[in-house]
């Protein structure tokens, strides 16, 4: 009968040491694989958060000064008591500007021009105080950008409008995209105005709406008694042509850093750009965002036969130069930490937008 026999110790020595180098393989390998995951999906993050903020700035920056047509600069009018640098969320006059961080601190001093006339939380500036800019939650030495614009593609007015008249318009396929107590600008080739909405008769798609102005009252956002919309007495719309005009919402957008409503994979809040609309709260647009900068491209010799920016400069060094262009640079991470020096990815991106108004 043939004798049965078992694996010799240094058989099982030597399928266990094979184990042992296998298993510490298929971990290796299956470590490997994750980090690298890891580090792809924050490079996209990285990416996306980057692509998203310069979008959303850049579609901005290419309606800046958007009012629906071209009015004279010395013909834009407003029905309201403040003086536009009191209406810093609805003045049209201005169509960008913006505040470049110099110290690390979060006071308004900190920030060139000062940021007093920002809406801020706190203050006394601002349509509505409690919609304003938390400056203690800005991060310093970051860059605050500034755009104005109307809306579009705005409401088309029904009939001529006198100086003084409530406007009557033609509600587009998708609302008027504006309401009671919004502030909006009523604009042709020659002139506009800037007045506060204090009724809205319809809002139905293709029906007619009569905007009535809010009634005049003392404060700064309020109608003036008398108020026109037109400083020379001058309608809007022609006779041939009542829809020779439009009205829309005026928006100022108003792009910065501050901390976000997150965390990250070790429970750190990440930084993230915000953007406050006119008399809006401000919201959370993306996440992962440290820095922004902004330079303007100027045109220091306008008389030649190139319209084109020659220098860059922060917009308290503008002066009285044409400002053709405005270079966007952002700092996006990966919000969760994914190197092995234990934090997040870092990269800078920049765009140069021309301005077309």
């Known amino acids: 009968m043939k004798r049965m026999t078992g694996f010799s110790l240094i058989e099982l020595m030597l399928a266990l040491g094979l184990g042992v180098v296998v298993t510490a393989g298929i971990v290796s390998l299956f470590v490997g694989n994750n980090q690298t995951y890891t580090l792809l999906n924050g490079q996209s993050r990285m990416q996306e958060a980057a692509r998203f903020s310069v979008d959303f700035i850049s579609r901005s920056a290419r309606s800046a000064g958007y009012l629906g047509c071209d009015p004279e600069p010395a013909k834009i009018y407003k029905a309201l008591n403040g003086t536009w640098p009191q209406l810093f969320e609805f003045d049209i006059t201005t169509t960008i500007q913006a505040f470049h961080g110099v110290n690390a601190g979060n006071s308004a001093n900190d920030w060139v ?3 007093i006339t920002l809406p801020r939380t706190g203050s006394a500036v601002g349509f509505i105080p409690a919609n304003g800019i938390n400056i203690a939650q800005l991060r310093p030495q970051t860059d605050i950008l500034v755009v104005r614009h109307v809306d579009v ?4 007015i029904a009939a001529i409008v006198q100086a003084t008249d409530n406007p009557v318009v033609e509600v587009p396929a998708d609302g008027l995209g504006f309401g009671v107590d919004n502030f909006v600008a009523i604009n042709n080739c020659e002139q506009a105005a800037v007045f506060r909405v204090g009724a809205v008769s319809s809002n139905a798609p293709g029906a007619q709406s009569t905007l009535t102005l809010d009634a005049p009252g003392a404060g700064l956002f309020q109608n003036a008694a008398g108020g026109s919309l037109s400083g020379e007495g001058t309608p809007y719309g022609e006779a041939n042509n009542g829809q020779g005009s439009t009205v829309g919402r005026v928006l100022t957008d108003i792009y910065f850093i501050a901390q976000g409503t997150g965390t990250n ?4 809040t990440p930084w993230s750009l915000w953007r406050k609309v006119s008399e809006d709260a401000p919201i959370e ?6 820095g922004l900068q902004v330079r303007f491209g100027v045109d220091t010799s306008p008389g030649n036969a190139f319209n084109a920016a020659n220098r860059y400069v922060t917009f308290d060094q503008v002066g ?3 400002i053709r262009a405005i270079r966007i640079t ?6 969760d930490v994914v190197t092995d020096a234990g934090t997040p990815l870092r990269r800078t991106f920049s765009q140069t937008i021309s301005f077309r108004n």
């Open 113 to 115: 021009p000062s940021l």
């Open 153 to 156: 593609p705005g409401a088309r």
């Open 265 to 268: 994979n070790r429970n750190q």
């Open 285 to 290: 647009l993306v996440e992962g965002i440290e």
């Open 320 to 322: 009285a130069n044409v």
């Open 330 to 335: 952002v700092i996006a991470n990966s919000v």
